[in-house]
């Protein structure tokens, strides 16, 4: 099992940035993802980005360029750094983990954080 702390989130005007932080507890050396999603008011929840061991990641299209994901091993922690927001990119931001356990379609082995809440003014 693992447990996920959130913190981060906030409010910033437009063109600012904000950094978000994951910290995973509990069977930490299974992990093999780590990574954010957002849902938006009257959206579906959407990757933001991710990061798998061995350090290759995936970005939305929408924040490329823009945000970067990272991970710390040894703390246990994943990171969003986003820089340059938009009023588009606020949304309830949920941290995930997938241990090396979980393939496609499971509903196990996979974990989610308690969500922060980012809002971007114009």
């Known amino acids: 099992q693992v447990q996920l702390v959130e913190s981060g989130g906030g409010l910033v005007q437009a063109g600012g940035s904000l950094g978000l932080s994951c910290a995973a507890s509990g069977s930490t050396s299974s992990i093999n993802s780590m990574g954010w999603y957002r849902q938006a008011p009257g959206k579906q929840r ?21 945000f970067t994901i990272s991970r710390d091993n040894a703390k246990n922690t994943v990171y969003l750094q986003m820089n ?3 009023p588009e ?13 979980y393939r496609w379609g499971d509903q196990n082995n996979n974990y989610w954080g308690q969500g922060t809440q980012v809002t971007v003014s114009s």
Request: net charge positive; charged share 20%.
């Open 46 to 66: 959407e990757l933001v980005a991710v990061i798998y061991n061995g350090g290759s990641t995936n970005y939305a299209d929408s924040v490329k360029g823009r």
């Open 84 to 86: 340059s927001l938009k």
């Open 89 to 101: 990119d606020t949304a309830i931001y949920y941290c995930n983990v997938a241990t090396r356990y």
